[in-house]
């Protein structure tokens, strides 16, 4: 063997050997004992958005119908979060949100392509007794066996009163050619993506966001916080207690409106599940839901797509969610069997010719702070931040009142079997912005913990009625973590999780390299 030939055999060996193994990136570092908060700014917001381009920009949408740009702080700086004009919003839809309760601006999605084409969307609620362009079909209606004549008034509101809408909004028609570089909207609707009048006024879900299909995903409860009595999560004829996928890319054609009866200006995927199910309506992705408040896809794995969705009395659950699945509500809470058959006149469907996927996670409600209770599941993430490494791979979930977090970890990778565990948090030592305490205790008080948000980063932040939080390095809290490089705090957050575990054992290279040496020699 030439000495040249030799040596690029060293270098190759040498290569491999270098290489992180396979079975890190299979396995969770420890458990992390604790989770690390900073505030990073005050007021109350609802949905966040990273920017599209990629910077470390996002958007925070509150219930009232505004949208701000902020500019996310480098983390360990003391900096706090940055938006850009108080008073000129991105967007500014309050004239036609209504807000009340569980009504108003619940979500904002921007297309994967807004740096083109500038499209973005919001969901929100409106009142067709002060818009007039508020209107639509009722979700209470003959195909669904409902009479909403015959439905009580709540809170003041007619059944229908109030519509859930989808309308997409455009950051083009200024002289700025990039769509990025825009700090203000237009705030005139483009196009109705989506209308459906409520039957009730709770329990309507509301979010969007776009999957790594390019489709935009929609959320639906039973619109009835108690017991769903005209069953509509499991009646494949109703939107209501669903998650809905919509093509909202292609201008549907006169043929395709007539033949699926639309609720809006959208095409319907070809591969949407109601092609295997000619009984389901072609909007519906997945049913049997109560109200899915806050779900995501893995960024990592685009097929886990997950979903935190209410309970009544009992439980709160997190669902896998998948094509065509139907998750049980309102035969099931959680893996228990609430309601018989016969619950009620009108809702006489039932699963048991189903397949029925129980929840992969979720909470009793007895297990959360006995003096507050639980109020509702607040869906979360997959951290896929760098910031703390014993977080990275898990998912994070909580519940509305904020006194209750929990990690799910899966084990083994990719088998859908998760184990779960309450998890503890705390204030950084230096966080920007003093958190709030609890009533006589030394830990954070979250408040009322409404939705959570990924920066480009991935790095996660808690939008709460105290402010928003961010999860930073567990040793700003004291808290430990094997994996954590805290010798440069800046450049911390550009580790991967498991480089400690993709390092040589100096053992194993004195064993090695002497023997890879004598190649040179053969």
Not at 53 to 75: C, M, Y
Not at 144 to 152: G, T
Not at 169 to 174: D, E, I, R, V
Request: net charge negative; hydrophobic share 30%.
């Amino acid at each position: 063997m030439g000495e040249a030939t030799a040596f690029l055999l060293l270098l190759s060996c040498l290569q491999l050997l270098l290489l992180p193994s396979v079975a890190s990136t299979e396995t969770h570092p420890r458990q992390p004992n604790g989770i690390c908060l900073e505030k990073i700014a005050n007021g109350s917001y609802l949905d966040m958005a990273a920017h599209p381009d990629g910077s470390n920009r996002v958007f925070l949408a509150n219930i009232h119908g505004k949208i701000w740009l902020a500019t996310v702080p480098e983390q360990g700086f003391g900096e706090e979060m940055l938006i850009a004009d108080e008073s000129s919003p991105f967007l500014d839809i309050t004239d036609t949100v209504h807000v009340e309760s569980e009504l108003g601006l619940l979500s904002i999605a921007f297309h994967p392509k807004f740096a083109q084409n500038g499209r973005f969307f919001a969901s929100y609620n409106c009142d067709n007794a002060k818009w007039f362009g508020c209107y639509g079909r009722c979700s209470c209606n003959t195909d669904v066996n409902c009479d909403p004549s015959k439905l009580s008034p709540r809170n003041g509101a007619k059944p229908c009163q109030y519509h859930s809408v989808v309308s997409e909004f455009t950051a083009n028609g200024s002289s700025l050619s990039d769509p990025s570089l825009v700090i203000r909207a237009n705030p005139t609707e483009v196009r109705r993506i989506f209308t459906m009048g409520l039957a009730y006024t709770t329990f309507h879900g509301g979010q969007i966001l776009f999957g790594p299909d390019g489709y935009l995903y929609l959320t639906t409860g039973d619109n009835e916080a108690r017991t769903d009595p005209y069953n509509f999560a499991q009646n494949k004829k109703s939107l209501l207690g669903k998650i809905l996928r919509f093509d909202i890319d292609k201008i549907p054609g006169t043929k395709e409106t007539s033949k699926f009866r639309q609720w809006g200006n959208y095409s319907v995927p070809n591969d949407n599940p109601y092609n295997d199910d000619k009984e389901l309506l072609p909007e519906i992705w997945s049913l049997g839901l109560s109200n899915p408040w806050r779900c995501s896809f893995d960024p990592d794995r685009p097929s886990y797509f997950l979903c935190g969705d209410c309970g009544q009395d009992n439980y709160e659950e997190v669902n896998l969610i998948t094509k065509g699945g139907n998750y049980g509500w309102r035969d099931y809470e959680g893996t228990t069997f609430a309601h018989p058959p016969n619950f009620t006149k009108q809702g006489n469907i039932t699963i048991s010719d189903e397949k029925y996927i129980p929840p992969i996670m979720g909470y009793a409600h007895s297990s959360v702070n006995a003096n507050e209770g639980s109020a509702a599941i607040t869906g979360g993430y997959f951290y896929r931040s760098k910031t703390d490494p014993c977080m990275y791979g898990r998912y994070l979930y909580a519940d509305l009142y904020g006194s209750g977090m929990w990690v799910g970890t899966e084990s083994p990778i990719n088998s859908g079997n998760f184990s779960t565990s309450k998890i503890s948090f705390g204030c950084a030592y230096d966080s920007p912005l003093q958190c709030n305490l609890a009533e006589e205790s030394s830990l954070p008080s979250v408040g009322y913990l409404f939705s959570m948000g990924t920066d480009n980063k991935n790095d996660v932040f808690l939008l709460t009625n105290n402010g928003i939080l961010r999860i930073v390095r567990p040793s700003r809290c004291n808290h430990t973590c094997s994996l954590e490089n805290i010798t440069d705090s800046r450049n911390s957050h550009l580790m991967h999780p498991s480089c400690n575990s993709c390092r040589i054992p100096q053992t194993k290279l004195l064993i090695l390299f002497p023997s890879l040496v004598l190649l040179l020699f053969l």
